[in-house]
C-alpha cells in the first residue's frame, strides 16, 4: 500500500488533474482522472467505493462520474460533499501555471484549490486514523460532476436517493460560515425574429432591434416591480435579480436586422418557484407578442437551479445541524446570493448547510488562491463533525 500524501501533496495532485467543466465544448473536459484518484485516496483507508458515470451531462462523450465514498455502517450519519468540476480559465492572467500549485506568501494558488478540490484534500486529511470500528453511523464522502454548467452530477444523485444521511454538508468556500439560503437559478434566451431587408427601405422590413428595445423595457419593469413586492433581507441583495447578460443581433449596418437574441439570468428568493417566475416572464412580453404575433419567443439555455433554505430546528438544539455548525465554526448562519448544489442534497431528507474553507472572493478569479490559514481550522471542523454525527 502507498503512502497517503499530506495536504500538499493532495492538493497539488488534485490541481493537476484537469476537470474542467464548460458550456464551450472546446473547454469542455471529463473528471474521471479526479474521480479515481480520490477513489485511490478513500480506498486505502477502508471506505467502500461506487463510481458511476452521470447521464444528462453538458457533454456525455467526456465522461462524467461522481464517486460515493463510504466508511461504516448502519443508517444516518454525515455526508461530506463536493463538486470535482471546475470553471475555464484565462491563461494570460494567471501569473503561474493555473494547473500546478504555487505555495507562495502563505497561500496556494490553482485553479480549484478555493473552489472547491481543495476541500477533499481537507477530507483526507481529517479521515486518516479512521477505522469503521469507531463509528457508530456511517461516513459519506460525495464527489460531482458538471457543478459548474449542468449540476447535473447532483441532480443525478439526489434521484437515485443511494444514501439516507442524518445531516450533509457541501464544502463550497464560505469562510467556514454555515450558510443556510440561498437563491436559485434560470437562465433564458429570447428571440425576436424580424424581416430582413434593404435600409433604406424600413417599410419593407421588421427591424428585430427594435422590438428587442421594447421587450428590454417590459423586463426593465418587471425588475422594478420585484423590487417592489419581493423582499428577503437575509440577503445582501434582498430581491429577486433580473441580469440582462448578453444581446446580439444584425450582420450588417446597411440591413434591416432580422433576428435579435438577449440572454438573461434570473435569481429566485427561497419560496418562488421556477414556475411563478417563468409565469411573470411570459405575462410581461404578453402584450408586445400581441402585437407582434409569432416573433417573440423565449427558450431555457441551461437547467434551472431552484433555491435552498436550511431552517433550524425548534425541537432540540442538540439535533440541529445549523446550531451545531454555528457552535463549531465559531459563526453565525447567513444566506449567499449564488447557487449551489445544497437543494440536490437537500433531496436525500437531510438536514443539509453549505460550509467550507477559502472565500467565494477567490472563486472563478485569476489566481485563485487557499490561505494556509484555512489549514487547522478546517480540519477542526472536519474533525468535531464527524466525530459528533458519526461517532457519538
Known amino acids: ?26 473547454w469542455d473536459q471529463g473528471n474521471l482522472e479526479v474521480i479515481q484518484l480520490l477513489a485511490t485516496w478513500f480506498e486505502q483507508l477502508g471506505f467502500s467505493i461506487d463510481i458511476q458515470k452521470v447521464p444528462g451531462a453538458h457533454k456525455e462523450s467526456d465522461n462524467k462520474y461522481n464517486l460515493l465514498a ?3 455502517n448502519g443508517e444516518g450519519g454525515l455526508l461530506l460533499a463536493g463538486h470535482s468540476d ?12 493555473p494547473m500546478g500549485v504555487v505555495n507562495k506568501d502563505d ?31 456511517p461516513l459519506y464522502i460525495l464527489a460531482t460532476a458538471d457543478e459548474e454548467t449542468t449540476m447535473a ?17 457541501i464544502g463550497e468556500p464560505t469562510n467556514l460560515v454555515p450558510v443556510i439560503m440561498h437563491k436559485g437559478h434560470m437562465s433564458h434566451r429570447i428571440s425576436v425574429e424580424g424581416k430582413s431587408g434593404h435600409s433604406s427601405k424600413p417599410n419593407l422590413g421588421v427591424n428585430a432591434i427594435e422590438i428587442m428595445y421594447k421587450v428590454i423595457g417590459q423586463l426593465i419593469e418587471l425588475k422594478d416591480k420585484f423590487n417592489l413586492n419581493y423582499e428577503n433581507n437575509a440577503f445582501d441583495v434582498p430581491a429577486p435579480t433580473l441580469n440582462f447578460g448578453a444581446i446580439s443581433g444584425g450582420d450588417n449596418a446597411n440591413r434591416i436586422c432580422g433576428h435579435c437574441h438577449l440572454d438573461i439570468d434570473l435569481r429566485s428568493l427561497p419560496g418562488m418557484s421556477d414556475d411563478e417566475l417563468l409565469s411573470w416572464l411570459s405575462d410581461s412580453l404578453k402584450p408586445l407578442a400581441e402585437i407582434y404575433p409569432g416573433r417573440i419567443s423565449f427558450e431555457e439555455m441551461h437547467p434551472s437551479s431552484p433555491s435552498f433554505e436550511q431552517k433550524k430546528l425548534e425541537s432540540s438544539t442538540k439535533d ?7 457552535e463549531i465554526s465559531g459563526h453565525s448562519c447567513c444566506a449567499v ?32 488562491f487557499l490561505a494556509h490559514s484555512e489549514i487547522d481550522k478546517t480540519e477542526k471542523v472536519l474533525i468535531a463533525m464527524i466525530q459528533r454525527y458519526c461517532m457519538s
Open 1 to 26: 500500500m502507498s503512502q497517503l500524501p499530506n495536504f500538499t501533496q493532495s492538493l497539488t495532485q488534485l490541481i493537476a488533474c484537469p476537470s474542467i467543466s464548460s458550456t464551450q465544448p472546446s
Open 70 to 72: 463510504k466508511l461504516g
Open 86 to 97: 471546475t470553471v475555464p480559465f484565462d491563461e494570460s492572467r494567471w501569473q503561474s501555471n
Open 107 to 137: 497561500k496556494f494558488y490553482g485553479l480549484g484549490t478555493c473552489d472547491m478540490k481543495g476541500f477533499f484534500a481537507f477530507i483526507l486529511q481529517a479521515c486518516k486514523g479512521l477505522s469503521a470500528k469507531k463509528l457508530k453511523k
Open 153 to 169: 452530477g447532483a441532480r443525478f444523485f439526489a434521484q437515485s436517493q443511494a444514501v439516507k444521511p442524518d445531516v450533509a454538508i
Open 320 to 326: 440541529c445541524l445549523v446550531s451545531i455548525a454555528e
Open 337 to 368: 446570493n449564488y447557487a449551489t448544489e445544497a437543494p440536490y442534497i437537500q433531496q436525500l431528507g437531510c438536514q443539509t448547510i453549505v460550509m467550507g474553507p477559502g472565500s467565494i472572493e477567490q472563486a472563478h478569479q485569476p489566481n485563485e
